[in-house]
């Protein structure tokens, strides 16, 4: 599945909250590493999460300090490394889109 076909669900349900497409790309910055330049050109090639995630320039040292469950699954034990970074830009997402705060979301 690519990245570029799952990323317009992600900002359609932010900016349903009222939260907007910046505080959305924010959070896949800190998560990855990634610019808006980067971010751009993955969603322009369509890259599949799995290449996503590998060309990452570094996964934040905090991704451990997510947790809680999302689809039924808790992340922290998630053991497919890929699904697991993938879940957990999902519960990124939805802590977003549920008005958490910024300095919340990224675990500060």
């Not at 907007?20 to 990634?34: M, Q, S, V």
């Amino acid at each position: 599945m690519s990245f570029a076909s799952v990323y317009p669900h992600y900002i359609h349900k932010v900016e349903k909250k009222g939260r907007t497409k910046a505080e959305l790309d924010e959070i896949i910055f800190w998560l990855t590493g990634y610019n808006e330049q980067t971010l751009q050109k993955h969603i322009a090639d369509k890259t599949d999460f799995e290449t996503f995630f590998a060309q990452a320039p570094q996964i934040n040292p905090n991704v451990s300090k997510i947790t809680g469950v999302i689809c039924g699954y808790r992340v922290e034990e998630i053991e497919d490394k890929l699904m697991q970074k993938v879940r957990y830009l999902d519960k990124l997402v939805d802590e977003l889109a549920k008005g958490r705060a910024m300095d919340k979301i990224f675990r500060k």
